[in-house]
């Protein structure tokens, strides 16, 4: 099977001690393609550099509706420096986080829209974080007319999935569709086309069955993908490639 994480973050500190040694192996276990996201822009540096150091990794860069509170001046002036680079596919990881709300709500909203704006004049997609903030991500989204991306991380109901995808969006799901009490995001990925449906693993988190428990990373995408294969009737090759094109047709790649 021939895999593509479209969402990792191989950055985080949870690989310090093998990072370079993970990224060697994946290709032998299958990985030809690999979206490193940046969640500010010293991260989005970073993710810049390592697509530019490995064949089969591209880079995300944006800041995270986490870090949206402690941009600085110029981070939009730095974004686009960092976009120009040949193997940087995307803004993102972008959005609004009313869960934990580790930026206020109004500067999240602030932050979210200006990358949009970046984003549409760039011709660029974009990569959407949305927990506990739907009609507000959505409202801002459809004041960005046009806008390209995918709904990252997916955990809404298959109603707003079908907005999403109303909206000419991609769907994206993690390890969490495995889950034994998953089934609103089960209900979810079913309402999803397959040709508006991708896998992620956005490692370190959110590990999938049967590895829950232990650190995340990007060749366990295969289990999302059987696991929307077997969502969608259709085989787990036939899950991996259409992963593989609708990524590619939306990066661009």
Request: hydrophobic fraction near 40%; proline fraction near 4%; include cysteine.
């Amino acid at each position: 099977m021939r895999l593509f994480d479209t969402h990792a973050h191989l950055l985080d500190k949870r690989f310090d001690e093998d990072r370079e040694s993970l990224i060697a192996s994946l290709p032998g276990k299958g990985m030809v393609g690999m979206i490193e996201v940046g969640c500010d822009v010293e991260d989005s540096r970073l993710a810049a550099q390592m697509a530019a150091q490995h064949d089969y990794v591209y880079a995300a860069v944006g800041i995270h509706p986490h870090d949206a509170g402690s941009a600085k001046d110029g981070y939009l002036d730095s974004l686009e420096d960092l976009a120009a680079q040949k193997k940087v596919v995307a803004i993102g990881e972008i959005g609004l986080d009313y869960h934990y709300d580790f930026s206020p709500r109004e500067v999240q909203k602030q932050v979210f829209a200006a990358q949009l704006s970046l984003a549409q004049r760039l011709g660029m997609p974009v990569i959407i974080h949305m927990r506990e903030a739907t009609a507000d991500t959505l409202d801002i989204l459809r004041a960005h007319i046009g806008v390209r991306g995918v709904m990252h991380c997916f955990s809404g109901s298959a109603e707003t999935a079908k907005i999403c995808v109303g909206m000419g969006l991609y769907v994206s799901f993690t390890g969490t569709v495995t889950f034994k009490n998953a089934r609103k995001v089960v209900d979810a990925a079913a309402a999803v086309p397959l040709d508006r449906l991708m896998a992620e693993t956005d490692c370190p988190y959110l590990s999938p069955e049967p590895v829950r428990g232990k650190r995340n990373d990007p060749g366990n995408v295969k289990y999302v993908i059987e696991k929307l294969a077997d969502i969608h009737g259709v085989s787990a090759d036939e899950m991996a490639e259409t992963n593989i094109r609708n990524a590619k047709e939306l990066y661009g790649i």
